[in-house]
């Protein structure tokens, strides 16, 4: 929910005046797009430190683990999803008419 937040805030907005609000930090769309893999890529380290940290003995909170594996599926599954809808709004102007 967070990367949602996330790119949501580095969305422009026109305000009343037609002028459009930037946050300072954006980097345009490749650099939400690189932040959005690292935070995936950052769910499926976590993920795999969290059960090899189980599987050597260090920690005994199997729901930990559990729930670890399933943030990073789930956040796997929305990038891919929001990656499929960038590829259909693609398609779609470009099948656009002049």
């Known amino acids: ?7 949501q805030d580095r969305i422009q907005f026109p305000d ?6 930037k946050s300072e930090e954006t ?20 993920a795999e430190a969290s059960m090899n940290s189980f599987l050597r003995g260090e920690s005994e909170e199997v ?5 670890d594996a399933q943030r990073a599926e789930l956040s796997l599954e929305m990038f ?5 809808k960038v590829v259909q709004a693609y398609q779609e ?3 656009m008419q002049l």
Do not use: C
């Open 1 to 7: 929910m967070d990367a949602i937040r996330s790119i």
């Open 16 to 21: 009343l005046n037609g002028s459009t609000k």
């Open 27 to 46: 980097e345009g769309f490749g650099g939400i797009l690189k932040q959005a893999i690292s935070q995936v890529a950052g769910q499926q380290q976590q």
């Open 63 to 67: 729901h930990q683990v559990a729930l």
């Open 80 to 84: 891919l999803q929001m990656r499929n």
């Open 93 to 95: 102007v470009m099948r």
